[in-house]
């Protein structure tokens, strides 16, 4: 059952394609091990007592995001920080079940294989929300390597600067501000290194460093800003929004050519620009095109 849940899932993600001489080779928005970590989780460690009994597992699909949310809270001894080494089973005889089919091969394994698979496709880490009655697991579809990033980055050249101080400057273009377990997860390393590297940001004067301890969270400075803002005088919804207003419409492979994007980024901006109201979306599929409200 959760082979043909990740199966279904796969099918209804929207896909890139590769052209590998007469052979198309599909590209997932999200991998197939992070969907699938997630999924056994989900029932591997979900709340099936009275007191959720009528919940059910949730899986949610958005342009820019797929939530798979959960019954129950985290258990045990298990917190949001600790969630790759702390080991806390709810449902032991569910949990034994699934080894032996070979869906769960190490307890606790789950959550790094999902940061793995995630960091492997260039996407942020999955974001983690215990919310008590249920857990939320967001994995975002944007990627954070791409060239207009570098283009960006590039302003900070003489800075002395590791290419996980670079991704986290890039994560913190996307994101209100970056912790120490956020750089631990985006990064891959120890919680010293991480509080090393983060000061080295704010020794830059990339970033600005906010509250203390525990609760200590990082945004970009003005500076960055202000060389964000100038290297890019118009926003990917901007040039879009321009180009509707000149043309009346704009097709996904227009918005590809105009942008400089994958088909499936051009179709992920759209969409978001749809969800918002900024644009509306006229017919289906190939022969869709958006166009401003009236």
């Given at each position: 059952?959760?082979?043909?849940?990740?199966?279904?899932?796969?099918?209804s993600?929207?896909?890139?394609?590769?052209?590998?001489?007469?052979?198309?080779?599909?590209?997932?928005?999200?991998?197939?091990?992070?969907?699938?970590?997630?999924?056994?989780?989900?029932?591997?460690?979900?709340?099936?007592?009275?007191?959720?009994?009528?919940?059910?597992?949730?899986?949610?699909?958005?342009?820019?995001?797929?939530?798979?949310?959960?019954?129950?809270?985290?258990?045990?001894?298990?917190?949001?920080?600790?969630?790759?080494?702390?080991q806390?089973?709810?449902?032991?005889?569910?949990?034994?079940?699934?080894?032996?089919?070979?869906?769960?091969?190490?307890?606790?394994?789950?959550?790094?294989?999902?940061?793995?698979?995630?960091?492997?496709?260039?996407?942020?880490?999955?974001?983690?929300q215990?919310?008590?009655?249920?857990?939320?697991?967001?994995?975002?579809?944007?990627?954070?390597?791409?060239?207009?990033?570098?283009?960006?980055?590039?302003?900070?050249?003489d800075?002395?600067?590791?290419?996980?101080?670079?991704?986290?400057?890039?994560?913190?273009?996307?994101?209100?501000?970056?912790?120490?377990?956020?750089?631990?997860?985006?990064?891959?390393?120890?919680?010293?290194?991480?509080?090393r590297?983060?000061?080295?940001?704010?020794?830059?004067?990339?970033?600005?460093?906010?509250?203390?301890?525990?609760?200590s969270?990082?945004?970009?400075?003005?500076?960055?800003?202000?060389?964000?803002?100038?290297?890019?005088?118009?926003?990917?919804?901007?040039?879009?929004?321009d180009?509707?207003?000149?043309?009346?419409?704009?097709?996904?492979?227009?918005?590809?050519?105009?942008?400089?994007?994958?088909?499936?980024?051009?179709?992920?901006?759209?969409?978001?620009?749809?969800?918002?109201?900024?644009?509306?979306?006229?017919?289906?599929?190939?022969?869709?095109?958006?166009k401003?409200?009236?």
């Amino acid at each position: 059952m959760i082979g043909d849940a990740v199966n279904h899932i796969m099918a209804s993600i929207r896909k890139g394609s590769l052209i590998e001489g007469l052979y198309r080779r599909d590209i997932p928005e999200y991998p197939e091990e992070a969907i699938r970590e997630a999924i056994v989780n989900a029932v591997a460690h979900r709340d099936y007592s009275n007191f959720a009994r009528g919940s059910y597992i949730q899986i949610r699909l958005f342009a820019d995001r797929m939530e798979i949310q959960s019954p129950g809270g985290l258990y045990g001894t298990v917190t949001l920080e600790t969630l790759e080494e702390e080991q806390s089973t709810r449902n032991r005889t569910l949990v034994r079940l699934l080894e032996d089919l070979h869906l769960v091969e190490n307890r606790g394994s789950g959550i790094k294989a999902m940061l793995g698979a995630m960091r492997s496709a260039n996407l942020e880490p999955p974001r983690f929300q215990d919310r008590r009655s249920s857990f939320l697991v967001t994995m975002r579809n944007l990627t954070l390597m791409n060239a207009d990033a570098i283009a960006w980055l590039n302003r900070f050249a003489d800075k002395p600067l590791n290419d996980r101080q670079r991704l986290a400057l890039v994560y913190l273009r996307h994101n209100p501000q970056i912790t120490n377990f956020d750089y631990q997860r985006l990064a891959h390393v120890d919680s010293v290194t991480a509080s090393r590297e983060l000061r080295g940001l704010v020794q830059s004067g990339l970033t600005s460093q906010h509250s203390s301890r525990r609760w200590s969270h990082y945004i970009l400075s003005d500076s960055a800003k202000e060389k964000d803002e100038r290297s890019l005088p118009l926003l990917p919804e901007d040039k879009v929004l321009d180009y509707v207003r000149r043309h009346g419409s704009i097709t996904r492979k227009q918005c590809v050519g105009l942008l400089d994007l994958k088909d499936i980024e051009a179709r992920t901006c759209l969409h978001r620009m749809r969800d918002k109201g900024i644009l509306m979306q006229i017919g289906y599929k190939k022969s869709s095109c958006y166009k401003i409200p009236e």
